[in-house]
């Protein structure tokens, strides 16, 4: 994906007929590349655009701005028809796990038939025997013995875990180059997200297909990436404000917002207890109406006069291979240290805050 943008209009309606339509801009300028059985965590707060990314990166949702490639040909024109590579083999290559599988289960097929339609329709090559044993093979693969029991069952005879086997299943016989697992974890219990994420990434080694993983959850996001030498990429209000190894991110992050997504989550900072909250403001600006400038400076504490009127490109950092973040602060040379703080409190004020070559 190359400076990708999805915008979506939102309609007045009736009342105010005469107002103008207002714009969500729910993905604006990312760029992000997805390789080879990699293993990519996106991480934010709800609504920051993960999941409209997550489905633009998979060809779900058309961007408004911007491309999405799929190895170099850009998918939007292969749809129309004026592409190299055939629409269908790009639709084959990119799948989806939804958040609620049981939603994306048809109530009245079996799983033996939910499962056989798209092998059906993309090999029409195998016979019905052909498509039923591998299908058992895979049920059987995912833990769900006998196999044959569990093919004739309806979605309401299965549990949430159960459902969601069947959902990666179903993607996983597409045999794809890409999957987004849209909170494919969150309607789990605690004690089967661990459970389901590694067997995630046992079937990744073995289909070699790499994983676009969604999640609200950092300490999920650390584990599955952790175990997969995977990257965890931080979302907030349509941007990706920071990329990196989850070591990097959960141990040196340098965007303010990463910093306050692991202050929140207890697993992974457990003496929060003895610092300042590193967040000016809990309340989240209107998608409808961003905030001039950097789009988090209305809640960062470390945010100065620089920041309400320029917005940071996204910045390599300085010893950390892959790490990128958009944030004057990566900079020990930008003007934003010579630029008035707009923090009225000083505790909020990091002692960090410093710049590090002064402190030199």
Request: charged share 25%.
């Amino acid at each position: 994906m190359e400076d990708t943008e999805v915008h979506f209009e939102s309609d007045s309606g009736i009342l105010d007929f005469f107002s103008e339509d207002e714009t969500v801009q729910a993905v604006d300028g990312v760029s992000l590349d997805i390789h080879e059985n990699e293993v990519i965590a996106l991480v934010g707060e709800s609504g920051c655009g993960k999941t409209t990314l997550g489905k633009t990166a998979i060809a779900v949702q058309e961007p408004t701005g911007g491309s999405v490639r799929y190895r170099g040909h850009d998918v939007w024109e292969a749809k129309a028809g004026n592409g190299e590579m055939p629409w269908k083999r790009i639709r084959r290559a990119l799948q989806i796990i939804h958040q609620d599988p049981g939603s994306s289960l048809n109530p009245n097929r079996t799983v033996i038939n939910s499962l056989d339609l798209p092998l059906r329709n993309y090999d029409s090559s195998l016979s019905y025997e052909d498509r039923r044993a591998r299908i058992l093979g895979m049920i059987e693969r995912v833990g769900m013995t006998p196999p044959q029991d569990y093919a004739e069952r309806y979605p309401h005879q299965l549990s949430g875990g159960e459902k969601q086997r069947v959902a990666l299943i179903r993607a996983l016989l597409m045999e794809p180059d890409l999957i987004l697992a849209d909170e494919a974890i969150s309607a789990l219990d605690v004690s089967l997200r661990v459970e389901m994420m590694d067997l995630m990434l046992e079937l990744q080694k073995q289909f070699n297909t790499a994983f676009l993983f969604v999640s609200h959850d950092l300490s999920n996001a650390r584990y599955i990436t952790e175990k997969a030498g995977g990257r965890i990429g931080v979302m907030y209000l349509g941007r990706l404000v920071e990329i990196g190894t989850p070591e990097q991110i959960i141990t040196d992050p340098q965007h303010p917002y990463t910093k306050a997504l692991r202050w929140a989550t207890p697993k992974l900072y457990e003496d929060k207890d003895s610092e300042e909250m590193p967040i000016r403001s809990i309340d989240i600006p209107d998608p409808v109406n961003p905030p001039s400038g950097c789009r988090y400076h209305t809640r960062c504490p470390n945010a100065r006069e620089v920041c309400t009127q320029v917005d940071p490109d996204t910045m390599s950092v300085d010893g950390y291979s892959g790490q990128r973040a958009a944030c004057f602060r990566v900079d020990d040379h930008h003007e934003y240290w010579d630029s008035p703080s707009i923090v009225e409190d000083d505790s909020l004020i990091s002692d960090e805050d410093d710049n590090p070559e002064l402190q030199n």
